[in-house]
């Protein structure tokens, strides 16, 4: 089998709480018994593990974002600022709704967006900002709330790799108006499937409730928004949260590894590792990235994953293609001409993540960087 990117952990009580709701026949996104109300659950206990009064279950990390800018009323003729270099759900919830995206490139330090250029994005039709914590490592958020505090603009965490990132004490994705986070089988709590939105304001909270449950208004069959079907079942919610009552333990496991590959691999020439911030930042490397130097190192990236892969059997993962190269996007217009991002399209094409999974053993974390050093030339 090799060592891949990750397995995810089965959570000790995953099995009788999803049991419970198959024996009390409370499966779908309804339940009115509150011993295995797990949605309700899931939404407390999570939002106040984020430091925010409210969360609304999602069917995806994507449909949290999608549900953020629909309970924000953001649409056409609006204009979002986002990380160019991201995965493609961020800039897609945009257009879904309606807006336009405006891409913004990378500080190559954190390699999240470079919040020294926001400012120039913005134009009278900018009504919100998604900054996006890369690989667990969270952006410029202070500089980001003064800005959005300057424009009266929104902020929308993508949170997606986050959970449990803090900046400066407080969570990522319970800082700015709203934050979103996925449960997808790779993130550090997991449902396979699922995600979450948190706020602090009731009124957002409420209409994201409304619109991710086909917009129902009073009476039932009377809409006068068009929705989303995005609840989450309560059984994906008792597999959640039986995650989330570990979570704690995995966020950890996420630092041990980091540790681990940073004293093996940090003596390697050619090799840049993962921001580490300073003592106001705890990223929780949802995914240990690294770039490489091909002059120094003396391979390119595709030579050196294809020879892990073939050679040792390790499993990596390209970073992210950057938004403003994405054919879709230039496509269909949502790249200005002349826009460049050399930070984000460095990333790219140096970076790619090491095996990060909760369930790697320090052996195969061992095996993972001597494969790795001896591919150097």
């Known amino acids: 089998m090799g060592i891949p990117v990750n397995i995810p952990p089965i959570p000790k009580n995953a099995i009788a709480y999803v049991t419970q709701t198959i024996e009390k026949n409370w499966i779908s996104s309804l339940c009115l018994d509150e011993s295995v109300n797990y949605i309700d659950k899931l939404e407390k206990g999570f939002s106040e593990f984020v430091g925010s009064k409210f969360g609304v279950t999602a069917t995806s990390g994507t449909a949290a974002l999608d549900l953020a800018v629909a309970a924000l009323s953001i649409g056409p003729g609006d204009e979002v600022i986002v990380p160019t270099f991201t995965m493609i759900a961020t800039a897609a919830c945009v257009i879904r709704n309606g807006a336009q995206p405006v891409f913004v490139d990378s500080d190559p ?3 999240c967006i470079d919040a020294k250029r926001i400012e120039a994005a913005i134009t009278e039709k900018t ?5 996006v914590h890369i690989y667990g490592y969270p952006a410029d ?3 980001i709330l003064r800005i959005a505090e300057r424009y009266n603009l929104l902020v929308i965490e993508d949170a997606a790799e986050a ?7 407080k969570m990522a994705g319970g800082i700015g108006h709203i934050g979103c986070f996925s449960f ?3 993130k550090t709590m997991t449902c396979g ?9 009731s ?6 409730a409304m619109l991710k449950d086909q917009a129902f208004g009073h009476p039932r069959f009377i809409h006068e928004e068009i929705g989303f079907n995005y609840r989450m079942s309560n059984l994906t919610a008792a597999y959640a949260f039986a995650s989330f009552e570990e979570v704690n333990g995995y966020i950890q496991r996420k630092l041990d590894i980091a540790g681990l590959y940073h004293s093996l691999l940090s003596n390697v020439e050619g090799l840049v590792l993962p921001p580490s911030g300073d003592t106001n930042i705890k990223s929780t490397y949802w995914m240990y990235g690294i770039l490489l130097n091909k002059a120094i190192f003396g391979r390119a990236k595709q030579e050196v994953r294809d020879l892990l892969q073939k050679e040792f059997k390790v499993d990596t993962r390209d970073f992210f293609f950057p938004m403003h190269r994405q054919p879709v996007m230039i496509t269909k217009g949502f790249v200005d001409h002349g826009f460049s991002a050399p930070v984000a399209d460095h990333l790219w094409e140096s970076g790619f993540y090491l095996p990060s999974g909760v369930t790697l053993s320090h052996q195969q974390i061992e ?8 591919l150097k030339r």
């Open 163 to 169: 959970i449990g990132t803090l900046y400066k004490g």
């Open 184 to 186: 997808y089988a790779n």
């Open 367 to 374: 095996f993972v960087c001597n494969a790795l050093k001896s």
């Open 141 to 143: 958020m202070d500089t």
């Open 127 to 131: 009504k919100a900002i998604i900054p």
């Open 203 to 208: 009124q957002i909270a409420r209409r994201a």
């Open 109 to 111: 330090d954190t390699w």
């Open 193 to 201: 499937e699922g995600g979450m939105l948190v706020t602090n304001d």
